[in-house]
T-cell receptor, first 116, second 108 residues
């Protein structure tokens, strides 16, 4: 158990809908990262938040957005869903923003999103 | 961005050492090498990381060549539970770039 929790575990929805995925980081971790893992693309970094502020952006679609709240939990919002958005979505957390020093990321169990 | 190259798959006999290679020829001086593994769609699990020196922890050893262009993850006594996809990652700024990894199968 990494200490990172994600809800829900599974989510099934229809095209065009909007969903919210939730992540609670490990106690004491200030950074939250979101990743998407689809069958044909592997693990793709989406976005990072550090202490409530956006820190880094990866391959995140404009239909997707995220935020980190004062209690440090994070939500990933996916809108106008398409079939191709079906994937595993992982959240990870770390103590601090990455810089010259190391900062290990610990991953949650993921949310499996199925868009029908 | 530094990229990594790993063999797509490997087999290892149970109880033997598993040696998983990774090439990262474009790594720069301050970039770390991290290893994670993913067991059947679970969240990736941290294994070990290093910069220049060899590292060992309770899970594995990491051997980094002197020129830092390649590394090897060693699982000293592989068990069936070590069957997973192993990712070698070079950090670039704030981001992890996961490649396709090596699918390790431990055979009884």
């Amino acid at each position: 158990d990494s200490g990172v929790t994600q809800t829900p575990k599974h989510l099934i929805t229809a095209t065009g809908q909007r969903v919210t995925l939730r992540c609670s980081p490990r106690s004491g971790d200030l950074s939250v990262y979101w990743y998407q893992q689809s069958l044909d693309q592997g693990l793709q970094f989406l976005i990072q938040y550090y202490n409530g502020e956006e820190r880094a952006k990866g391959n995140i679609l404009e239909r997707f957005s995220a935020q980190q709240f004062p209690d440090l939990h994070s939500e990933l919002n996916l809108s106008s869903l398409e079939l191709g958005d079906s994937a595993l979505y992982f959240c990870a957390s770390s103590v601090a923003p990455r810089g010259p020093s190391t900062d290990t990321q610990y991953f949650g169990p993921g949310t499996r999103l199925t868009v029908l | 961005d530094a990229k990594t190259t790993q063999p797509p798959s490997m087999d290892c006999a149970e109880g033997r050492a598993a040696n998983l290679p990774c090439n990262h020829s474009t790594i720069s001086g301050n970039e770390y090498v991290y290893w994670y593994r993913q067991i059947h769609s679970q969240g990736p699990q941290y294994i070990i990381h290093g910069l220049k020196n060899n590292e060992t922890n309770e899970m594995a050893s990491l051997i980094i060549t002197e020129d830092r262009k390649s590394s090897t993850l060693i699982l000293p006594h592989a068990t069936l539970r070590d069957t997973a996809v192993y990712y070698c990652i070079v950090i670039s700024g704030n981001q992890f770039y996961f490649g396709t990894g090596t699918s390790l199968t431990v055979i009884p």
